[in-house]
């Protein structure tokens, strides 16, 4: 396994990363988060995200993270636990979601929860245009000063939402460490501006999604078409003597700023796949102008 540091800090996360909200633990019970931690662990993660909104019912999961790690015992110290709070992380759409009531709240929920003392990594999950970017900075700011979060972070956020709150945070003392990025080969918005602002802010990248490289069956584009493209990433992949979702993973791990992403299990048994990525991640110019081939403009690069 590599480890990058997130970004000027002195964590340094596992390249691939635990996405809990989909996947055998998420969708089956505490047996199978406890063989998920397990096989994780043993390949070398140190990276689990969690939101109190994964699972079939608030919560389950994070108590099904806290009993796994309870029984494997020990490991607390060497894993980054992250968590985060915001749109859609709450039981029913509540306004005022990036406020200090919303984000400590339910912090302070999946702490107990859990049973944990704090989590790692605290994320503010979207923008919140009815509340002071002063008010959610400030909160992220408490939690870190309380010991209840040792960095924040940002989730969802535009480039200029993530430098206006950066400084307000500044401002304050705490910086602001991470962000939380929707990114993958079909999924490329960030290139246009997200990556180079956190790149010159001293701003680390989670890249969540990174196996998001199929094209939505609903859309308009003909089946044919979508299958001789796939095939095409296949064939490209192939020759680097990768799978397609190794090729994927690799991809986004060849920017820098991107210290981890987010990968969901199926089953244990996909993890030595996904961890062989992280030494595969250099790309020649014709490898890339290939996999931009695959990926028409309508969707979006």
Known sequence: ??????????????????????????????????ETLEAAVNCGINHFDLAPH?????????ENFGRALHRLGGLR????????????????????FGSRKCLITSLNATLRRTGLDCVDVFYAHRHDTSTPVEETAGALDSVVRQGKALYVGVSGYAAAMVRQLAAALRDLGTPLTACRVTYSMLHRRPEADLLDSLRSSGIGCVA???LDYHFDPCSDYPQQEVEKLQRRLSDISLKRGQSSRQCAVSWVLRQPVVASALVSLTAAEDLPEFCSAVHRTSFTAEELASIDTCFPELYGH
């Open 77 to 96: 110290e060497d894993l980054i636990v992250s968590t985060r709070a915001g749109m859609g992380t709450q039981p029913r759409i509540m306004p005022g």
């Open 1 to 34: 396994m590599e480890y990058r540091r997130l970004a000027q800090s002195g964590l340094h996360m596992s390249s691939i990363g635990v996405n809990l909200e989909e996947g055998m633990a998420c969708k089956k019970g505490l047996r199978e988060m406890s």
């Open 208 to 210: 969540e999604g990174p």
């Open 54 to 62: 994964y699972g079939a019912f608030r919560g389950v999961v994070e």
